[in-house]
């Protein structure tokens, strides 16, 4: 047959150019190693369809291939991500970038709710299964890098609310809250006074019943609400993992309305993910393309070049600028592995699809992070013009504040 022999020679094709530690294994029985060592994975392919999946094997297909259950895998979940890298890189071209290149992204509040709510809102049992006991969802904090999740995304909070310096009194908005940690920590240890808003019902539930179950609910306000809809003016402002869904063309308007919204002598923090492709904004081969279509909808990752121009363009001065890459790497590989040690909890509560989706979001997210395709950037800004001395001469008030 024509699809025998093509395969055949793919294989062998493969083999050639290196040595990967995989099995296929086809409807009829047939097998295919692309080493001579003993696999560590195992790709089963259930019917002759599915190999157009596999013939051009992005990481784009070969995601949808197993979220559509056009395949199936077998093996630790880090060789499957390891496998699925190495099988796309020595298939196609080394400047094989899939995806957004000439993808048009239409923003607005519906739209952007929309996306929010298929992300957000799959259950908030789901997110528990595998986020830390106070469920956030973003980039932890591994001061030493000993430290266990959750006292390692306490860290991250202290972290960003002592780079703002966060006072008594003073009062916060935090743009995106999730489920409430932030604006919590800043009201129990800051003696703040909180605005969260998110676009999630899921969260906008769990979070006031977490605000009045700590019965903090005099100075935390958490609303259902867009961040263009926002009025008022606070000292400082947090927006952590939110600035993902605002739109590339949207970032200048994004830090306008911060900068709209921030007292004069205010300082606000932009926490968020980042592409370190700064031509096109794309994860090679076909990584970005899987996350549009299967996770985030019209989410898109500027280059920090690309924020930090927006942050001027808004009227804000960039004062502290911070990668924290490795964090996250670390972050979404202990996600993944919370979400393999549940895994038959998380099946019980969500569809096969979306037990397969984040299955490799997560792992594959740790891998993006590990090589350098994604990173992580915090930065502190203020309005322009400030006087020169409106901020500590130093960092050390961040990892020293009583020295």
């Not at 970032?251 to 900068?259: E, K, T, W």
């Amino acid at each position: 047959m024509f699809w025998e022999k093509k395969l055949t020679n793919w294989v062998q094709e493969i083999r050639h150019a290196s040595a990967i530690p995989l099995r296929l294994e086809l409807w009829n029985g047939r097998q295919f190693d692309f080493s001579d060592g003993t696999p560590q994975v195992t790709l089963r392919v259930p019917d002759v369809s599915a190999l157009t999946y596999l013939f051009k094997p992005s990481l784009s297909n070969l995601g949808e291939a197993y979220v559509e259950g056009k395949i199936d895998v077998e093996g630790p979940l880090g060789s499957i991500i390891s496998v699925a890298n190495t099988l796309a890189a020595r298939t196609l071209k080394a400047n094989g970038k899939l995806g957004r290149i000439a993808r048009i992204v239409k923003h607005s509040k519906e739209r952007d709710a929309e996306a929010i709510r298929y992300h957000y809102d799959v259950s908030n049992d789901f997110y528990r299964l595998f986020l830390d006991e106070n469920m956030v969802y973003s980039c932890a904090y591994f001061e030493n890098g000993d430290e266990d999740l959750a006292t390692a995304q306490l860290k991250k909070i202290d972290h960003i609310l002592t780079k703002i310096q966060v006072r008594p009194g003073d009062t916060l908005l935090d743009i995106g809250c999730g489920w409430g940690a932030l604006v919590l920590r800043a009201a129990e240890k800051y003696g703040a006074r909180c605005v969260g808003i998110t676009l999630s019902e899921n969260q906008y539930a769990l979070a006031k019943e977490r605000v009045a179950r700590a019965g903090l609910s005099d100075r935390i306000d958490i609303r259902l609400q867009d961040y263009r809809d926002v009025t008022g003016t606070f000292k400082r402002i947090t927006s952590v993992g939110m600035f993902e869904h605002v739109g590339l063309k949207n970032l200048p308007m994004y830090f306008s309305r911060i900068n709209a919204l921030l007292a004069d002598d205010g300082l606000a923090m932009n926490h968020g993910i980042t592409t370190t492709d700064i031509e096109n904004g794309e994860s090679p081969y076909g990584g970005g393309e899987f996350v549009d279509k299967y996770v985030f909808p019209a989410g898109e990752l500027p280059h920090i070049s690309l924020v930090l121009r927006a942050i001027q363009q808004g009227g804000l001065e960039t004062f502290d600028v911070e990668n924290l890459r490795r964090h996250y790497a670390r972050t979404c590989s202990i996600w993944a592995d919370n979400f393999e040690n549940h895994a038959e909890m998380i099946r019980k509560i969500t569809d096969e699809r979306h037990y397969r989706i984040w299955r490799i979001y997560l792992a594959g997210s740790a891998h993006g992070f590990n090589q350098d395709w994604i990173s992580l950037y915090q930065v502190v800004c203020g309005k322009a013009n400030r006087p020169a001395n409106a901020l500590p001469q130093s960092r050390q008030y961040i990892y020293a504040p009583d020295k």
